[in-house]
Antibody, heavy 120, light 106 residues
Framework: EVQLEESGGGLVQPGGSLRLSCAVS????????MSWVRQAPGKGLEWVAN????????NYVGSVRGRFTISRDNAKNSLHVQMNSLRDEDTAVYYC?????????????WGQGTLVTVSS | DIQMTQSPSTLSASVGDTVTITCRAS??????LAWYQQKPGKVPKLLIY???SLESGVPSRFSGSGSGTEFTLTISSLQPDDFATYYC????????FGGGTKVDIK
C-alpha cells in the first residue's frame, strides 16, 4: 500500500523558516518525480515544487523560487522542502504527492497534508 | 505563466443530472490537462489525464474532452458520491490548477 506522511508544519512568524518532510512507503520512491502541492484554507490547489528521481532536477512556482528548496533522500525514502522567508500568503496545507510515472506533472498519490500557518 | 479558468465556480444539480464543467487555458496546452475531484477534508483524486484518458478505477460516467485552450469535464447521471469540488490542472508547462468548481445538491 502506498503511503505518504507529511510532518513539520506549524505556526511560524513572517520571515521565519520551516522544514517539511514527507516519509513514503509502498512504492519505488527512487523512480518517481515528487511534488509539493499546497492549498490555502478554503482555497484551491497550487503546485509548489517538484524534484526528479535522482534529485538533480528541481522546479518551482514563481512565488516560492529563491525562498523554498526541495530535496530528497532516496536511501531514507523521504522528501523535504526547506521554506525560508515565509510570508502570510504561504499559509496553507502542504501535501507531498507522487507524479504519475512517465505522464508528467500529475499526481496519483497524496499525503494527508501538514498545515503551515504564517502569522505574527 | 499559464492561467487556468474554470466555470462555473459553483454548480447546483440533482442526482441523475448530467453536468459539464469548463476549463480554459490562457495559452495552448495541447492535451496536457488533468481533472481531480476533492471532497471536504480529503485529498484530491485524479480522475482524468491527457484531457480524456480515464484514470484506472474511475467510473465511466466521468469523461473529459477538449484540446488547445478549452476543455470540459462531463459527469453523466450524477451520483450522490459525486458531490464535490472539481479542479482542472494543466501540465504543459509547470502545473497550474484552475480555481475549482463546487458541485452541490440542488
Amino acid at each position: 500500500e502506498v503511503q505518504l506522511e507529511e510532518s513539520g508544519g506549524g505556526l511560524v512568524q513572517p520571515g521565519g523558516s520551516l522544514r517539511l518532510s514527507c516519509a513514503v512507503s509502498g512504492f519505488t520512491f527512487s523512480s518517481h518525480w515528487m511534488s509539493w502541492v499546497r492549498q490555502a484554507p478554503g482555497k484551491g490547489l497550487e503546485w509548489v515544487a517538484n524534484i526528479s528521481p535522482d534529485g538533480s532536477g528541481k522546479n518551482y512556482v514563481g512565488s516560492v523560487r529563491g525562498r523554498f528548496t526541495i530535496s530528497r533522500d532516496n536511501a531514507k525514502n523521504s522528501l523535504h522542502v526547506q521554506m525560508n522567508s515565509l510570508r502570510d500568503e504561504d499559509t496553507a496545507v502542504y501535501y507531498c504527492a507522487t507524479e504519475v510515472l512517465g505522464a508528467g506533472r500529475i499526481f496519483d498519490y497524496w499525503g494527508q497534508g501538514t498545515l503551515v500557518t504564517v502569522s505574527s | 505563466d499559464i492561467q487556468m479558468t474554470q466555470s462555473p465556480s459553483t454548480l447546483s444539480a440533482s442526482v441523475g443530472d448530467t453536468v459539464t464543467i469548463t476549463c480554459r487555458a490562457s495559452q495552448n496546452i495541447n492535451s496536457w490537462l488533468a481533472w481531480y475531484q476533492q471532497k471536504p477534508g480529503k485529498v484530491p483524486k485524479l480522475l482524468i489525464y491527457k484531457a480524456s484518458s480515464l484514470e484506472s478505477g474511475v467510473p465511466s460516467r466521468f469523461s473529459g474532452s477538449g484540446s488547445g485552450t478549452e476543455f470540459t469535464l462531463t459527469i453523466s447521471s450524477l451520483q450522490p458520491d459525486d458531490f464535490a469540488t472539481y479542479y482542472c490542472q494543466q501540465y504543459n508547462t509547470g502545473g497550474t490548477f484552475g480555481g475549482g468548481t463546487k458541485v452541490d445538491i440542488k
